[in-house]
């Protein structure tokens, strides 16, 4: 089932890449960045109460809040390059370069979380990075 939850979240990525790009034209990215995060912050939050998820809020140890606003904060950061970027650049090599994070994340998760590196992963990482380099020089 995770495959399928991956597939829907590079289709919606994709998605985002082509309204990001119609939607920032013409205005300052961060400010397009910042209405984009509001209709995600309700978007999301509607989800979690209409589920009523919200009363796992009590059971978050104070790990789980550092390494949240860590990666909320990764996210804003990524979030602000990305739609620089779009503003910038085409849409087909900002999203290979965008893409490059699927690398980085399994050099990253070798590294911290002591994942194994096969060799079937590694090719992969390579590709990619090939790949992204390849649409990225123009």
């Given at each position: 089932m995770w495959f399928v939850y991956a597939l829907l979240s590079a289709f919606f990525a994709a998605l985002t890449a082509i309204f990001a790009k119609i939607g920032v034209a013409n205005i300052n990215s961060?400010?397009?960045?910042?209405?984009?995060?509001?209709?995600v912050l309700f978007m999301i939050w509607g989800i979690?109460?209409?589920?009523?998820?919200?009363?796992?809020i009590s059971s978050l140890s104070k790990e789980n809040l550092i390494f949240l606003t860590i990666s909320g904060v990764a996210t804003g950061l990524s979030w602000i390059f990305y739609f620089k970027a779009l503003q910038l650049?085409?849409?087909?090599?900002?999203?290979?370069v965008d893409k490059l994070s699927v690398a980085l994340s399994i050099i990253l998760a070798v590294l911290f979380l002591n994942e194994s590196l096969t060799l079937k992963t590694a090719i992969g990482a390579?590709?990619?990075?090939a790949g992204t380099i390849v649409l990225a020089i123009k």
């Open positions: 961060n400010l397009a960045t910042g209405i984009r995060t509001i209709i979690v109460l209409v589920k009523g998820e919200a009363k796992g650049g085409d849409v087909s090599q900002v999203a290979p390579g590709l990619i990075i």
